[in-house]
C-alpha cells in the first residue's frame, strides 16, 4: 500500500527554516531540526507540479539505510528521536511517518563531495574536451560510461536553488574550508563511495557516481548529513543491462528527463505537468532501487 502524497508540508506548533527542492526543514530546539523527505521532484534544477508516489519515503528509507551501514566510516546527524515527542497532532505524524527524521544542527559545509566510478554525464563532456574530468588527467581512449580506474573525488560548490553546481579543483576546496578538513572530505568520500558500490554491485546495481554532503559540530568532528546514496543523489544503473559505450538506463528520475526532453520548453519554472504513466514508472523506479539495495 502506497504511502500518502506529500507535496509540501505545514505543520503546526514547529518554525519551517527552509524549503528545499525535496526537503521541508523545521526547527525543533536549539540543537535539533525535524527534516521531512517529500514526494516533489525536481528535473533541470526545476520542481515539477506533480509528485511522485512513494518517493519521499524511499529516499528516506534509502539514506536510513546507509547511515545504519556507514556508521563505522564516519558519524552522522541522525538523533535516533521518534517523531512522537515533537510532532503533536496525530495526523501530521501519520504524513510523515517513513518520511521524516530528527537530525543534530551541524555547521554544513559549503561544498558537494562528488565521487565518480564510470565516465558519464557532465564528466564525459568533460572528457570528450580535454581527456581530463574536472581537471584530473584520464587515459585516451576511455567509452561512454566506462569505467575509470579508479573512483574520483571532484568537489563543487553548492549553488543557490535554480542554479547549477560548479566544479572546483581540489585545491579551491581546500583554500574555502582548511587542508586537514579536505582532505578527511575527500577519503571519505571515497571509503563511502567504494563501500556502498560494492554493496550495491552484489544486489545488481552500479553506482555511476554521487554526491555527499558533510557538516562539522561544535568540535569540529566530520559528520555525514543531508541524504546518502539515493537515486536523487546519485546514478545507479542496472548490473545486468550496463554496456560500456552507451548511455545506461537509471533507477531514478530518467523517465521524467526523457518525457521533458521531447517538450518545448526552456527548463525553467514553472515546470510542465507530468502524464500518469510517466509518473507512475518514475514511482516504481525508486521502488525497485529501495527493495534491490535493502535485500539481505
Known sequence: MSAPIVYRTRLTGLERL?????????????????????????????????????????LNSISNFW??????????HLTGRSLEGVVKDPAERALLEGRAVIVRRLKALPIEAVVRGYLIGSGWKDYQKTGSLCGIELPAGLPLAGELPQPLFTPATKAEAGAHDENISFDTMAQRVGAPLAAAVRDTALALYRFAAAH????????????????????GTLTLIDEVLTPDSSRFWPAD??????????????????????????????????PPDVIARTSAKYLEALARLTAP
Not at 531540526?33 to 520542481?47: E, G, M, N
Not at 547511515?67 to 558519524?75: D, E, V, Y
Open 18 to 58: 527552509h524549503e528545499g527542492k525535496v526537503r521541508d526543514i523545521y526547527a525543533v530546539d536549539a540543537g535539533t531540526l525535524l527534516i521531512v523527505t517529500t514526494d516533489r521532484l525536481s528535473a533541470f534544477d526545476v520542481v515539477l507540479p506533480d509528485p511522485i508516489p512513494d518517493k519521499g519515503r524511499v
Open 67 to 76: 547511515f545504519a551501514r556507514t556508521a563505522h566510516l564516519i558519524p552522522n
Open 200 to 219: 550495491a554491485r552484489e544486489r545488481g546495481i552500479i553506482i555511476a557516481d554521487t554526491k555527499f554532503e558533510f557538516g562539522v559540530d561544535a568540535a
Open 241 to 274: 543491462t550496463y554496456r560500456p559505450g552507451s548511455s545506461p538506463t537509471s533507477f531514478d528520475k530518467q523517465f521524467v528527463r526523457d518525457y521533458l526532453e521531447t517538450l518545448d520548453w526552456d527548463k525553467r519554472a514553472p515546470g510542465p505537468k507530468l
